[in-house]
C-alpha cells in the first residue's frame, strides 16, 4: 500500500526536519518545500497530497498567496490546508481561514498537540501509531 502524501512548506529547517519525523513516523511521505517559489512549482506537479501543512510567512510567496494557489486547483480541492504560523495575530489567522485553510497550528509545537490538531485531517485507513 502507498503512504499517503504530506506536502510541507515550511522554510525554517529545524522545524521542517521536526514535522517530517513526526509525521513520517505517523505514516507519511512528506514532500517538503523550503520557500514560496518550490511550493509554487511541486504544487503545480504533484498529484493531491492526503494533507498540507503550510507556513504563513515564507520567503518569495507568502503562504496565503499558495493557499489560494492550492484552493483555485481542481484537482486539490477536497485537500484539508492547515496553516502553519508563529505570528498569533488573530486578524491573520481569520483570513486565512477565511482563505480556505481547515485549521491552523502555533509555533513552536509540541507533538502530542500538534497531533490531535491533524486527527481530523487523517488520510483514510492510516492508523495512529502507538508508542
Not at 529547517?13 to 517538503?32: F, S
Amino acid at each position: 500500500m502507498d503512504k499517503p502524501i504530506l506536502f510541507l512548506v515550511e522554510d525554517e529547517e529545524d522545524t521542517a526536519t521536526l514535522i517530517r519525523m513526526i509525521m513520517e513516523e505517523e505514516g507519511y511521505d512528506v514532500v517538503h518545500a523550503s520557500d514560496g517559489n518550490q511550493a509554487q512549482i511541486k504544487i503545480d506537479a504533484l498529484p493531491p497530497p492526503a494533507l498540507v501543512l503550510l507556513d504563513m510567512g515564507l520567503p518569495h510567496v507568502h503562504g496565503l498567496e499558495l493557499l489560494a494557489q492550492i484552493r483555485k486547483k481542481t484537482t486539490w480541492n477536497g485537500v484539508s490546508v492547515v496553516m502553519l504560523t508563529a505570528d498569533g495575530d488573530q486578524t491573520h489567522i481569520c483570513k486565512a481561514i477565511m482563505a480556505g485553510a481547515s485549521d491552523y497550528v502555533l509555533k513552536p509545537f509540541k507533538r502530542e498537540p500538534l497531533l490531535a490538531r491533524l486527527a481530523r485531517f487523517r488520510a483514510p485507513g492510516l492508523k495512529r501509531r502507538t508508542a
